[in-house]
């Protein structure tokens, strides 16, 4: 079955210890990217992936990293999380070339006390 | 910067009734609008989108309009049921970039 797997999809964490949420996708897609979603703001994009050890920027990067080693693997790391980025995470893939759907995972939702 | 402006935030219905929810975008260069339905702790799917070149866009229930002018766009949902009630996203991208920018969203309910 064609998929985005999100881990994990639930997180409750403190202040500054370092986190990993993993993406893996299964459909051979060039392009991810990480969303976050949130009341009132809907999805914002944190950063992007065209191909391996390709990445940019999106709207909302501060505070969070990527990597992109192998093609069906998009990690989101927090290295010191705030409270600020409580949130629900999405990540999403498709393929490359033009503009098309987005397939999206099933969400993490973060809580950082 | 680039936004899409999403309205209404929450649409309540009658079943068999029809909704209608609206986007504006302001990035002029903008030339794909997909829409996504959100079903409670599940991520967003597409349902329907259209390119700059085409006005209109239908799929059984669901309609798509596009006024590039005003730079609107709007999901019609005819003949509402309870299955409908959902998020729904409208975004607008530029095809062969890596951007997509997404409205706030929409809470629909339908009322049986």
């Known amino acids: 079955e064609a998929q985005v797997t999100q881990n994990p999809r639930y997180l409750i964490t403190v202040t500054g210890k370092k986190l990993t949420v993993t993406c893996s996708q299964n459909?051979?897609?060039?392009?991810m990217s990480w969303y976050r979603q949130d009341p009132g703001l809907g999805l914002r994009q944190i950063y992007y992936?065209?191909?391996?050890?390709?990445?940019d920027k999106g709207d909302v990067p501060e505070g969070y990293k990527v990597s992109r080693k192998e093609k069906r693997n998009f990690p989101l790391i927090l290295e010191s999380p705030s409270p600020n980025q409580t949130s629900l995470y999405f990540c999403?893939?498709?393929?490359?070339?033009?503009?098309?759907?987005?397939?999206f995972g099933e969400g993490s939702r973060l809580t950082v006390l | 910067g680039e936004n899409v402006e999403q309205h209404p935030s929450t649409l309540s219905v009658q079943e068999g009734d029809s909704a209608v929810i609206k986007c504006t975008y302001s990035?002029?260069?903008?030339?794909?609008f997909p829409w996504y339905k959100q079903e409670l702790g599940k991520g967003p799917q597409l349902i329907i989108d259209?390119?700059?070149?085409?006005g209109e866009k239908k799929d059984q229930r669901i309609a798509v309009t596009l006024n590039k002018t005003a730079k609107h766009f709007s999901l019609h949902i005819t003949e509402t049921q309870p299955e409908d009630s959902a998020v729904y996203f409208c975004?607008?991208?530029?095809?062969?970039?890596?951007?997509?920018?997404f409205g706030t969203g929409t809470r629909l309910k339908v009322l049986a």
């Open positions: 999403a893939s498709r393929p490359s070339g033009g503009a098309g759907e987005l397939f």
């Open positions: 459909m051979n897609h060039e392009y």
């Open positions: 990035d002029s260069a903008s030339n794909y």
């Open positions: 992936s065209m191909n391996v050890e390709v990445t």
């Open positions: 259209i390119r700059s070149n085409v």
């Open positions: 975004a607008a991208s530029i095809v062969g970039t890596y951007k997509y920018i």
